[in-house]
Each structure stands twice: as C-alpha cells, then as structure tokens.
C-alpha cells in the first residue's frame, strides 16, 4: 500500500503525535501543579498513596497486555506447527506441480511417458486440480439415496494415487487395463459415510441422465483442503471425466537431491511439447503450506507486539525501580551499615514491582484462554489449550522484569553506604 501517496497521511500522523504528547504530558503537568512549592523548599515533600497505586495499577496493565500477547504468540506458533505436522493422508514432499497453460490432449501421455523416462521421476499425473488448490463441487445423485448431495471432484488419472501418495480403503485405482474406467469413480471414505453405502463398490452415482458413474474403489481420507474443516465428501474421476474437465495441472514425484538438475531436464521436456510456453511450476508442500499464510501472519503480528509490549513495560518497570531507590537511597544505606546483604537489598527494590507482574498473570490469563480458544475453533483438528502455555508465558515475562529491575536494584545496593546517609 502507498501510504505516502494519500495526502493526509503525513498531517493526521503529526496530530496523532501532537494528542498523544499532550494527553501523556498532561498527568505530570497537573500533578506537579498540585505540589506546594513551601514543602517542597523545606524537605517535606513525600508522594502519596495515590501515585503508587497509579504507578502500580499501570505496570499491571502493561505486563497483562504483554502476558496476553506471549500466549497468542505460543498458541498460534504451536497451532501453525501442529497443522504441517499432521498426517495428511496423502504425501506432499518432493512433487512437482506443472501449470499447464493449454490443454495437452492427445499429447499428454506421451508428454507424461517422457518426464517418466527420467531417471529422477519416481511417478506423474495429470489432474484438473491438486491439494491446497480449489475442487469442482457438484451436485449428483447416490444409489438408494432419496436426496442430492454433492461432492469435490477431481478429475485425475491412473498415476494420480501413486504420484499423491494416496491409500486405497478398498476396491481399486483407476486402471488403463479397464476401458471402462472413462465411466468409473472412486470416493472418499467421507462421501461413503454420508451417503450410508456399507459396500460401496459396484454402486452409481448420477449427475445427470447421460452421466452415471459406477464406484470401484473408496480412497482412505485425506485433507485436500486445510485442516480448518474436517475432510469433506469428494471422489476421483478417470480422465475425461464430465462437462469439459481438462488437465490444468501435470504432477511429477521426483528423486530428493539435486533439485536444479531435475527441473532443468523437466524443462528441456516441457520445451518440446510447449514451445513458446514459459514453464511455470510450484512444489505441492509450499502450495498447501500457503494454505496458512493468515496464521504464519498472525503469528508474526503477535510475536513483534509481544516484543514491543514487553520492551515498553520493561522500560517502565527500570524507570520505577530507579524512583524506587532514589526514594529509598537512605533507607538503603541504614540497612547495609547494618549488615544487610546485597541480594536482601535488591529484592527490597524489586518484589513490590515483581508482584504486581505476578498479579498481571491473574488477569491475562482468562482473558487470554478465552481468545485462544475461540480462535482455535476456526480449525477442525486443533491442539489442546494447555496450561503450559500460561505458566511459560508468566515465567517468561516474569524473568525479564526481574532482569529490567535487578540491574538498577544492583546499582542500588552497591551504593557507598556513606555517601547515601548523607543523602538529602
């Protein structure tokens, strides 16, 4: 977006910092106003409950903001993780995904028997569509079923089970010894449950009156959508399939190695057939990992404002433990004239403020669990909100507001004992 390009970016970013510096400056301003200059000349100034509870209150609301966004940032990175782990019922890795920009027809085994003369091609197919990219939804008609239903086709041939690395629940794949597999279908194990078949193969399902096709084989589930939805009905048609379905996309299952070279005779074979074509190809993993590209996004929001809620508090937490010990230079040094130790001194400095990032734990993680959950109702297969994730967070923000303050409670402490009894 060019953002410099809309003439009252710049004016309502300057008004922005003008407010803010205004409202932010107005507290000290008024309270400082508030002050009698008499007490303050004599010695006798001494700020009141009302200021540390403020002071408190905002270090609680700053962790709490920034306890929240840790746990976002944990969910949604082990959720991420979680959904290129799962078994997808199908095999992603080392296929090539070729865009083929005009239908090959009569060439395309031809072409296909080429890549698969190549030493480093284990297996390819042609299809109207390949996992992570949309399907053809069509209403049909099932066997002994009363009402429609509909289902997502792909339209595949018989090296379209070995390339994907699919698994047969029963019955068989497509098959060039079969002529009559122009005519043949293979479901999903989700499209026999909804339909209630209890031996699925040898039954029709009908999209219109001249286009009936008979099930022989059933296909074990696999997520050719993203895992936001369970596995929905779908089945595989034979080549040529219906209503101008045509091979938009040709597969290839290649040797893991040298990947350059393998794309290199690819193209020498592409060349021949599409002269004047630019090749244009993806690999499978990296198209259905683009599936979740909101979720990498939202993770990387939650992680830099993390980071950036997390500084600030930080910031804020080394300025009260510096008032904290400007406040208590004398009481300070009482205390080590009395043999008090240095790690007794720093934690005087440091618990008040520790505990009101402990309490922010209290707060956030509620809120926290309740967003986390509900986001992660947008995916069918989810992991377990554990409390793991709270308790890291809170030990993570914890520690680093126990750093952020042990050092100016450190500095503190190893004050000249006699230079701070003669402090005024």
């Not at 027809?105 to 949309?134: C, N, V, W, Y």
């Not at 079969?178 to 209890?198: H, P, R």
């Not at 040797?255 to 057939?273: A, E, H, K, M």
């Not at 683009?290 to 809620?309: C, D, M, Q």
């Amino acid at each position: 977006m060019a953002y410099l390009e809309n003439p009252m970016i710049i004016p309502v970013l300057l008004g922005l910092a003008l407010v803010l510096g205004i409202f932010s400056g107005s507290y000290p301003a008024f309270f400082l106003a508030s002050v009698q200059p008499i007490k303050v000349l004599h010695g006798r100034y001494k700020s009141g409950s009302r200021g540390s509870r403020l002071r408190n209150v905002l270090v609680l609301v700053q962790f709490a903001i920034s306890i929240f966004l840790v746990v976002g940032t944990l969910v949604v990175q082990r959720q991420t993780e979680f959904m290129r782990t799962q078994n997808l019922g199908f095999d992603k890795e080392h296929v090539v995904v070729l865009k083929t920009p005009v239908p090959l027809g009569e060439r395309s085994q031809t072409f296909k028997d080429q890549l698969l003369a190549l030493p480093e091609i284990m297996a390819t197919s042609g299809s109207s569509t390949t996992p992570g990219r949309s399907f053809r939804n069509w209403g049909c008609k099932a066997e002994g079923l009363d009402e429609s239903i509909t289902l997502n086709i792909c339209v595949c041939d018989e090296g379209y089970m070995e390339t994907m690395g699919l698994e047969m629940a029963e019955g068989r794949f497509f098959s060039r010894e079969f002529s009559t597999d122009e005519k043949a279908m293979i479901i999903n194990e989700a499209a026999a449950k909804l339909i209630g078949w209890e031996d699925p193969i040898g039954k029709t399902i009908s999209f219109d009156s001249d286009s009936t096709f008979t099930v022989v084989g059933v296909v074990k589930d696999y997520h050719y959508e993203s895992l936001h939805q369970s596995v929905r009905p779908g089945a595989l048609m034979a080549q040529p399939g219906i209503r101008g379905s045509q091979e938009d996309y040709i597969s290839a299952r290649i040797q893991p190695g040298d990947i350059p070279s393998t794309l290199s005779r690819i193209r020498n074979v592409w060349d021949t057939f599409m002269e004047g074509y630019p090749l244009e190809y993806s690999f499978l993993d990296s198209d259905y990992d683009a599936l979740y590209h909101n979720e990498e996004r939202t993770g990387r929001i939650f992680s830099v404002f993390a980071a950036l809620a997390i500084g600030i508090g930080c910031l804020g937490l080394l300025g009260l433990a510096s008032f904290a010990a400007e406040q208590k230079t004398r009481e300070i040094g009482i205390r080590r004239v009395l043999g008090a130790s240095l790690p007794g001194i720093m934690m005087l400095l440091s618990k008040d403020l520790l505990r009101w990032v402990a309490l922010a734990n209290l707060v956030a993680w509620p809120v926290a669990f309740f967003a986390m959950k509900r986001w992660l109702q947008n995916f069918s297969y989810r992991i377990d909100l554990s409390w793991f994730f709270f308790i890291l967070a809170g030990l993570i923000t914890l520690f680093i507001a126990w750093f952020s303050t042990s050092f100016q409670a450190y500095k503190a402490a190893n004050t000249d004992p006699v230079s701070a009894l003669k402090y005024e």
